[in-house]
């Protein structure tokens, strides 16, 4: 048996933890965000934990902003041993990572029955090109929270379904001077913009690429671009929205400024703490709203695995954390702020108690994820709809010609 079996003797991970060789001293290098899903400090416990049945490993972390992540792992790339021995990265980021050589290939570290296990749409965090690149960690999409007292005050008994009812019901709250913009979001223009414009284009029933060429400026995309400053229109977004990241939504309803917000699974539980929020108790969450005759509900994938950089020296005792991490006690121990990736987790009562909402919200939300384009030139993707979407939303272009636009310049690259 090696070291971490006969340390953590009977958990989960250890299946996991394919170290040939005792461990000598060694420190990894592991890099996070700080932003959404755990929190630091739900980071920091959980890696103690390890460290304690690992006496001879010790865990540097780093936290930077999810902005900041993409580019740190590339440019660590280059760093020799020197880089990262354990990442967070984004479901949108495994063809360019495995193409570019950037993560080790860790297939076979994964036991064969996890497959069945973790929930299918978390897998797809990790996998390109019929390999897996790390385990998943966070499974997340994003829910609609809303103002329960606001929609009572307004007549309003049931959140939206779709999101024409949304709008009605946000122009009614409106309308009743209980909020000067009913609804808040992220669309600054970064990744947040695109995931809230991913969720509208899912509901719709439109497509990034259609036989890889470009779909973003027609049908349910468009439709998306163009629901998004219709509510700018009216005043029912709060025009700040288009400087806003998630931390920012959170904290413009936290404070009860807006009825409805859409954001990812850790808002739920910061939104209804006293400590961190001046509407606790008056928080709910649903499935964000489908589109009638299109989608009863709708999402996107905004899940996030951990990998092992390809110059890792450690690559044997950074898998053993990233087990540790990943492993279903551990995730159920932490469940409030990110949900687990196992199926099994979502019976158990200290996963539930407390959240029975969101649970049944993750039941629906989770199986309708959509996937942003799973292609190596992602980013680059991403960058041209985040400056078009952008424009239309300033009021510097038309829906039309910025997503024609963003078309031509995605065939150029493609």
């Known amino acids: 048996?090696?070291?971490?079996?006969?340390?953590?003797?009977?958990?989960?991970?250890?299946?996991?933890?394919?170290?040939?060789?005792?461990?000598?001293?060694?420190?990894?290098?592991?890099?996070?965000?700080?932003?959404?899903?755990?929190?630091?400090?739900?980071?920091?416990?959980?890696?103690?934990?390890?460290?304690?049945?690992?006496?001879?490993v010790k865990v540097d972390l780093e936290f930077v902003p999810y902005e900041a992540l993409h580019d740190k792992i590339i440019a660590a790339a280059g760093a020799g041993d020197d880089g990262y021995d354990v990442?967070?990265?984004?479901?949108?980021?495994?063809?360019?990572?495995?193409?570019?050589?950037?993560?080790?290939?860790?297939?076979?570290?994964?036991?064969?029955?996890?497959?069945?296990?973790?929930?299918?749409?978390?897998?797809?965090?990790?996998?390109?090109?019929?390999?897996?690149?790390?385990?998943?960690?966070?499974?997340?999409?994003?829910?609609?929270?809303?103002?329960?007292?606001?929609?009572?005050?307004?007549?309003?008994?049931?959140?939206?379904?779709?999101?024409?009812?949304?709008?009605?019901?946000?122009?009614?709250?409106?309308?009743?001077?209980?909020?000067?913009?009913?609804?808040?979001?992220?669309?600054?223009?970064?990744?947040?913009?695109?995931?809230?414009?991913?969720?509208?284009?899912?509901?719709?029933?439109?497509?990034?690429?259609?036989?890889?060429?470009?779909?973003?400026?027609?049908?349910g995309a468009k439709d998306a671009v163009t629901f998004m400053k219709a509510t700018l229109d009216e005043g029912l977004t709060n025009p700040a929205s288009r400087e806003y990241f998630e931390e920012d939504v959170r904290r413009v309803f936290s404070n009860g400024e807006a009825a409805f917000a859409l954001n990812w699974t850790y808002m739920n539980a910061l939104a209804n703490d006293p400590k961190e929020s001046k509407v606790a108790g008056k928080v709910k969450v649903a499935p964000a709203p489908g589109v009638d005759g299109k989608s009863t509900a709708s999402g996107v994938n905004g899940s996030m695995g951990l990998g092992i950089p390809s110059n890792s020296p450690h690559a044997d005792e950074a898998w053993s954390y990233i087990a540790f991490l990943t492993q279903k006690d551990i995730q159920d121990d932490y469940a409030k702020l990110s949900l687990p990736i196992w199926k099994a987790s979502y019976e158990e009562p200290k996963v539930m108690e407390g959240q029975e909402e969101l649970i049944a919200a993750a039941k629906k939300s989770i199986a309708v994820m959509y996937p942003r384009p799973l292609v190596p030139s992602y980013t680059e993707v991403s960058d041209i709809l985040q400056k078009n979407i952008h424009q239309v939303l300033l009021g510097e272009a038309g829906v039309e010609d910025a997503l024609n636009a963003a078309a031509d310049r995605v065939k150029r690259i493609r």
């Open 1 to 56: 048996m090696n070291t971490f079996g006969k340390l953590i003797t009977g958990s989960a991970f250890a299946t996991l933890a394919m170290a040939s060789t005792a461990l000598a001293d060694t420190t990894l290098n592991a890099l996070f965000m700080s932003q959404a899903a755990y929190s630091e400090d739900d980071i920091k416990s959980m890696t103690a934990k390890f460290e304690a049945a690992n006496p001879d």
């Open 87 to 219: 990442v967070l990265f984004d479901v949108i980021w495994p063809a360019e990572f495995a193409t570019g050589g950037f993560l080790t290939d860790v297939t076979d570290r994964i036991p064969a029955d996890y497959t069945e296990k973790v929930f299918d749409g978390a897998w797809t965090t990790v996998e390109y090109d019929g390999k897996r690149y790390g385990m998943p960690w966070i499974l997340d999409t994003k829910y609609l929270f809303y103002n329960a007292e606001m929609l009572e005050k307004a007549g309003i008994s049931a959140p939206p379904k779709t999101w024409d009812e949304l709008v009605a019901q946000a122009r009614t709250i409106k309308e009743k001077g209980i909020v000067d913009h009913p609804l808040v979001w992220s669309w600054s223009q970064s990744e947040a913009m695109i995931c809230d414009f991913t969720t509208l284009t899912a509901a719709n029933d439109g497509a990034f690429f259609q036989e890889g060429q470009p779909a973003f400026n027609a049908g």
